[in-house]
């Protein structure tokens, strides 16, 4: 795997694990408890939650992004790996793989 790559791939995590955080943060500070007034004279009143629009749509974008982030730096991690592979320096490589035509198997 090439050093670049690596570095972007795990750039690419920490960015999916902070974004996904403040995913968790934007959802948790969008709620407050409000006191809702009696329907009837004389009843209790009672608490509700009030929800923030804004902040309910920046948890839904944060989560949106820290997946396609995710995603895109796994499977940028298994590409390069499998670059490796292929190229002949694991030596688990060409292990259950059948020969080409012309090869001779080792």
Known sequence: MSRPARKVA???????????????????????QVVVAPVLDGEPSTMSMQY?????????????????LLV?????????????????RLPHANRGRLPLAGEHSS
């Open 10 to 32: 795990i750039v690419g995590l920490a960015a999916a694990v902070l974004a996904a955080a403040g995913c968790v943060l934007s959802w948790l500070a969008a709620g407050s």
């Open 52 to 68: 923030s629009a804004p902040l309910l749509m920046l948890s839904l974008v944060l989560a949106t992004v820290a997946g396609v």
């Open 72 to 88: 895109l730096a796994v499977s940028g991690l298994r590409r390069s790996r499998r670059a490796v592979a292929h190229a002949g």
